[in-house]
T-cell receptor
Framework: KQEVTQIPAALSVPEGENLVLNCSFT??????LQWFRQDPGKGLTSLLL?????REQTSGRLNASLDKSSGRSTLYIAASQPGDSATYLC?????????FGKGTRLSVIA | GAGVSQTPSNKVTEKGKYVELRCDPI?????LYWYRQSLGQGPEFLIY????????DSGLPNDRFFAVRPEGSVSTLKIQRTERGDSAVYLC?????????????FGPGTRLTVL
């Protein structure tokens, strides 16, 4: 059974810092991995999707990497801003629908 | 519509009542998914449809939960004899197909509170 773990559970950083969020998964037989953002009381916003054949994806200040063989992904956020404060969720898709981690709650302090 | 929509956005009900939650997927998307997110947790899969049929309902917690998608578009998640433990945010997503590589797009969710 696929399990997804996100570390750390919560993170607080000063504005302007670069930061890395980690995601690990137990079954490397995946089609893709997605990173989502969730604001309090809101739904999920897809940030980046990495297909299993890809190593990384970039969108603006965000960069996500995927190492399928080791079951790891990282989300790198450059020059963090208070508006980046949210919960970030990692999810993998194998032969079942998406399996999510519990998320990392990020606070960026001005 | 432009994205996945869900109604109602909030639902408060009493223990033992019946509720229906609705999901309108992106037009043309054949696959539709239901997830449930409890406080402080990631979403957990409930059921998904390919077209009108439920392709995988292994995530439904018990027989009080049922979902339909009669015309292959709108879906309704039905919960009978609600319990306080059913309180959660119910998320719907759709994708072009159920193919492994297809991206899922999520709606804003319905927050269900069972008193």
């Amino acid at each position: 059974k696929q399990e997804v773990t996100q570390i750390p559970a919560a993170l607080s950083v000063p504005e302007g810092e670069n930061l890395v969020l980690n995601c690990s998964f137990t079954d490397s037989a995946i089609y893709n991995l997605q990173w989502f953002r969730q604001d309090p009381g809101k739904g999920l916003t897809s940030l980046l999707l990495i297909q299993s054949s890809q190593r990384e994806q970039t969108s603006g200040r965000l960069n996500a990497s995927l190492d399928k063989s080791s079951g790891r992904s990282t989300l790198y956020i450059a020059a963090s801003q208070p508006g980046d404060s949210a919960t970030y969720l990692c999810a993998v898709k194998g032969n079942t629908p998406l399996v999510f981690g519990k998320g990392t709650r990020l606070s960026v302090i001005a | 519509g432009a994205g996945v929509s869900q109604t109602p956005s909030n639902k408060v009900t009493e223990k033992g009542k019946y509720v229906e939650l609705r999901c309108d997927p992106i037009s043309g998307h054949t696959a539709l998914y239901w997830y449930r997110q409890s406080l402080g947790q990631g979403p957990e899969f409930l059921i998904y449809f390919q077209g009108t049929g439920a392709a995988d309902d292994s995530g439904l917690p018990n027989d009080r939960f049922f979902a339909v998608r009669p015309e292959g578009s709108v879906s309704t998640l039905k919960i009978q004899r609600t319990e306080r433990g059913d309180s959660a945010v119910y998320l719907c997503a759709s994708s072009l197909t159920s193919g492994g590589a297809d991206e899922q797009f999520f709606g804003p969710g319905t927050r269900l509170t069972v008193l």
